[in-house]
């Protein structure tokens, strides 16, 4: 067993974890995070996305021990409190998730797309989301919402 | 409004685009899916499964496996009842193998253990000697005089003589007299299709969580569409009395009709009594492609007669679909559902039910109807073409309307076809122009839609909220258009409604959330409840004023006297009478169980434009609209997603999407990267028009939306192909290879 | 007495007919009187079918009522996705 200290949502964290163990397993099941979904476990479905020191990941993908010594950030930590993330108010409004499972994924996506590129096209939108499947929307009031949260961020900056 | 009253106007909350109630848990990671539960002392499992298309299990020697430190237990079939017959022998052979594995991913046993990774590792200690025996994977192949048998005996008495022992149902339907049609008219077309098989490709794998003790009750939490099938399947699996096994549906993440059915759930109740530990079991995305339920895969000949003016005179089908190693390929419904948009004089269409070696095919949206409309839209298609007409004159001309015959027997009812048909006609899409190497195509589309057993209970708070508990699992957004048809009968706001998804303990029987039936018949089920709990809410103030029950009504949210002679009281709102509820009569309870059976149908038609690139054969969808019936839109913005997302797994089907198998009976594409759904880069916004024709079987006019929305995908971008590039693709997936020999074809000869 | 169509895949099992007549006052006493005059059928009918009355399907009730000229159609059973 790996002794693994690090950083989730801001909070410092310890768990042990088996060599193999990925991190998404380790978040789900050591650690109770079960806002990461897995729909693959191959890095094709992105329902497992996470941030680790800022860069986006898919995080069935990433051992668990590597996450030793790293800032991770989940879709736990998007709210701040009882208020939405601009986001998640958006995907809510625009009926952009069906089910669900695939919402957490793509949150934490499309909020580090937003941060790297404030003013994404729709293409822009489409291909860095092209990571992330969602097999009820047919993306259409996905990429809406992310495109007007897009939109108000810049009229409010 | 009265019990059973209509109502089509003037509604408050219905129509509105409200916020679903589940949506903050689901954007924030609190909502709890399939994987998502745990229990103190769980143990995990996994499932060895088959490598072999098609073998005998000669022996399973599991003491390496129950040697490992940390295994707990290891069932095979002998865990599980014995004496099943028919369908639910079926289910069970499919939930674990009996003497024969019949697929790639047939599951033979299954391992619990402390972690996830020791079931793993355990499951690749169990060792299963096999007998490998002759496979089929294809339809056709299946059928020949040389194929292998399934399994002997598998046959209804509908099948002909001389079938194959692998051919196991026969529809055959129509009326009037093909040939006399096909005398009269000006141009035949006849060809053949093939569409392989594709997965519903939810993107949450199952899961579920299972204890059950020595005294045979259990508790049951997983990912399903309906938990009270799961509780009768898997009691049956197991021996248990159905009322000790209490299912809880957790959120679910997608099923498109791949959740109707039980895989895993037996598996980790048999680990569970076994080991007297709670079971967690989750299917790995590959074990879902292999061992869950496809589409069947189809072989089908059609053959058309038209009039130079456009009147189709008589339409022919022949639907052969592979549905595994098990009977149940929906062919009726592809049969049934082939010519429904069109009013024929003279049609006949006959199915075949086969069995390969390959997993029991489940439901997938509408079953069966999108394969036909692809074989039957591609060759009204060509005939519009070769007869130079447009092809939603055509359709028009033929369209089945209120009042004609289908081509299934019965006279339609108020049907809203036609109405699709105009509204695409007069959408901007179909007269836009078109770019160099751009085509457009058309298809209309058909599914019936269900009712179904459903239960509903609707309790009031002593504050003048209400509690409504369902027994259809939320796949998209249905908690919210309960909600809002029980705030529309009561006249209170959409709020204060919350609605739960009941488990099997709590509510009655509730089938399924299949068939399109949820916003029909769980929301008849839902009116009829707040009805229910408004009459009481009448008669208690009823009582209150002294006057009769009758001279009371309901209106926004309070008790009224009905008129002048009623007697002047002032209203008396929904809060003030449920205050006093304990002390004038008990709680205000309204509910309803029946099965209700006015579930409209619906139609489609869909518009899209394709662009083919014949250096690579690689075909982009640019433009799509789809115009589809719903009755009435509970939440407009639902519906359009249903809409949508329904179009977008057309789009899959008729580009991509494909079960390979190789020579050796394996499927050779179990993974997202190599089974590829559409991503958000493949498609493009799709647009929506949402046509509301009545259904008179629901007090709002509801028909189901969820199915019909794949049925035309197929065909129109199969007619868009043939615009942008000049060939007709007679098999599905239009992949890049089959595109490309399909232009290497044409210009080869011609 | 109310006339019933079958689809003709039944032919086989109704002494050639797609079309015969049977003494019914529901849905339910349509299916168990085809039976009697047809044993034949009573393996299609024990699958389970649906019956459309008048042009609306009744995919599983037995009570839906059925008049003398009602249009009657035994269909297969349906169900969803
Ligand atoms: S679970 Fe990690 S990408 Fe699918
Ligand atoms: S909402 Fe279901 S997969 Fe995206």
Redesign the interface.
């Known amino acids: 067993m790996i002794h693994v200290n690090t950083k989730i949502n801001g909070d410092d964290v310890e768990f042990l974890c ?1 060599p ?2 990925t991190l998404l ?1 380790a978040l ?2 050591k650690l ?11 890095g ?2 992105g ?1 497992c996305s996470v941030t680790m020191d800022g860069r986006l990941v898919c995080s069935c993908l990433v051992l668990g021990a590597e996450a030793d010594g790293k800032e991770i950030g ?3 930590g ?2 701040e409190g009882e208020n ?1 993330h601009i986001l ?1 108010e958006k ?5 952009a ?8 994924g793509i ?1 934490v996506a499309t909020k580090s797309l937003l941060e790297k590129h404030p003013e994404p096209t729709e ?1 822009q ?3 860095w ?16 919402a992310v495109m007007e949260t897009a939109a108000d961020l810049r009229k409010a900056s | 409004m009265a019990f059973d009253d209509t109502k089509t106007e003037d509604f408050k909350v219905v129509g509105q ?1 409200v ?2 109630p ?3 848990d ?8 399939g ?2 539960a ?1 229990a103190p002392g769980m143990l995990f499992a996994a499932i060895v499964r088959s490598p072999h298309a098609h073998a005998r299990i000669v022996k399973i020697d599991t003491s390496k496996a129950e040697a490992l430190s940390g295994v707990k237990g290891i069932v095979t079939r002998a865990d599980f009842a014995t004496g099943l017959t028919g369908g639910d022998l079926d289910v069970l052979e499919n939930v674990m193998a009996g003497e024969k594995a019949l697929y790639d991913g047939h599951a033979v046993a299954a391992v619990a253990a402390t ?3 020791i079931a793993r590792d355990a499951a690749k200690l169990v060792e299963v000697e096999y007998e490998v025996l002759p496979h089929v994977t294809d339809v056709d192949k299946a059928m020949a005089a040389d194929a292998p048998v399934i399994r002997e005996g598998a046959a209804d008495q509908s099948v002909p003589e001389g079938m194959h022992a692998n051919v196991v149902r026969y529809h055959e339907s129509g009326h009037g007299d093909i040939e006399a049609g096909f005398a009269e008219a000006d141009l035949v077309v006849e060809d053949s299709f093939k569409t392989e098989a594709t997965h ?6 199952h899961a579920c969580l299972a204890q059950l003790g020595g005294d045979n009750k259990g508790e049951l939490w997983c990912c399903t569409q309906g938990h009270w099938n799961v509780q009768k399947l898997c009691a049956a699996m197991l021996g248990l009395e159905t009322s000790q096994l209490r299912v809880t549906a957790s ?6 009709g791949g959740k109707t059915a039980v895989f895993i759930e037996p598996v980790a109740l048999a680990l569970s009594r076994k080991t007297s530990r709670p079971v967690k079991l ?1 299917m ?2 590959s074990e879902v492609f292999r061992a869950t339920g496809p589409t069947a895969s189809t072989s089908m000949d059609i053959k058309i007669g038209m009039k130079k003016d456009g009147t189709i005179t008589a339409g022919q089908g022949t639907f052969r679909l592979q549905g595994g190693a098990f009977p149940g390929a929906p062919m009726e419904f592809t049969a049934m559902c082939a010519f429904a948009p069109y009013n024929l004089q003279n049609v006949k269409q006959v199915g075949y039910d086969v069995m390969a070696n390959r997993p029991k095919q489940a439901a997938y949206r509408a079953p069966g109807s999108p394969m036909a409309a692809f074989a039957v839209e591609s060759v009204i298609d060509e005939l519009c073409k070769k007869l130079g007409l447009d092809p939603i004159e055509v359709r028009l001309k033929n369209a089945s309307k209120q009042g004609t015959k289908a081509s299934f027997g019965p006279t339609w009812d108020r049907i809203g076809l036609v109405e699709t048909l105009e509204a695409a006609q007069s959408h901007p899409h179909y007269s836009a122009p078109l770019k160099e190497g751009q085509g457009r195509g058309i298809s209309c589309g058909f599914w019936f839609n269900h009712g179904g057993e459903t239960s509903v209970t609707l309790a009031l708070s002593e504050d003048g909220t209400a509690q409504l508990s369902v027994g259809t699992p939320d ?3 249905s908690r919210a258009s309960m909600a809002q048809m029980a705030a529309e009968e009561l006249g209170i706001p959409y709020e204060n409604i919350r609605t739960t998804i009941a488990d099997t303990a709590t509510l009655g029987y509730n089938e399924v959330s299949h068939g399109s039936r949820v916003t029909y018949a769980s929301g008849l089920a839902t009116i009829k409840a707040a009805r229910a709990a408004v009459k009481i809410l009448c008669a208690r103030a009823a009582a209150k004023w002294g006057i009769d029950e009758d001279a009371v009504v309901w209106e926004n949210g309070c008790a009224k006297p009905s008129g002048p002679n009623a007697g002047e009281f002032d209203p008396l709102p929904i809060d003030k009478l449920t205050r006093s509820m304990g002390r004038t009569g008990g709680p205000i309870v309204g509910h309803f169980e029946a099965t209700p059976e006015g579930a409209g149908v619906s139609f489609a038609t869909h518009i899209v434009d394709a662009e083919v690139d014949k250096e690579t054969g690689q075909t982009k969808v640019v433009r799509y609209t789809v115009v589809q019936d719903a009755g009435k839109a509970i ?1 407009p ?2 519906v ?2 249903q809409f ?2 329904g ?3 057309g789009i899959g089907w008729a580009l991509n999407e494909e079960y390979i198998y190789g020579e050796d009976g394996r499927l050779q594409n179990s ?3 190599d089974y590829r ?7 493009p ?2 647009d929506t028009v949402i046509v509301e024709v009545p259904n008179p079987g629901h007090p709002y006019g509801v028909r189901g939306v969820g199915e019909t929305s794949i049925c035309p995908p197929l065909a129109a971008i199969a007619n868009a192909v043939s615009n942008a590039a000049g060939v007709r693709l007679k098999e599905l997936p239009m992949s890049p290879p089959r595109i490309l020999a399909a232009l290497e074809d044409q210009a080869n000869n011609g | 007495m109310v006339e019933v169509n079958l689809w003709s895949g039944l032919r086989a099992f109704a002494d050639g007919k797609d079309c015969v007549e049977v003494d019914a006052k529901n849905v339910g006493e349509v299916l168990s009187a085809l039976v009697e005059q047809y044993p034949g059928l009573e393996h299609v009918i024990e699958a389970g079918v649906s019956v459309a009355v008048d042009g609306k399907v009744i995919a599983s009730g037995l009570t839906e009522p059925v008049k003398p000229d009602s249009e009657v159609y035994l269909m297969q059973q349906l169900k969803g996705g």
């Open positions: 088996d193999r163990e397993d789900r099941d109770g995070l079960t806002g990461s979904k897995e729909g693959c476990g191959t094709d479905c329902a989940t879709v736990e998007m709210a939405l998640q995907f809510i409004e625009h009926a998730l069906q089910c669900g499972i695939c919402t957490p949150l293409t939108v489409r291909y989301l092209a990571g992330n499947l969602c097999r009820c929307t047919g993306y259409d009031k996905i990429i809406r | 685009r916020k679903r589940d949506g903050v689901k954007v924030t990671g609190k909502a709890k899916f994987a998502d745990v972690s996830q990774l519903q490709g939810y993107i949450e794998p959120e679910i993440g997608g099923g498109f989750v790995s995305r796949i998209g957004g939440n913005a639902y359009e997603g949508q997302g179009a977008a797994q993974v997202f990267l759904i559409p991503v958000a880069s493949d498609l916004m799709i």
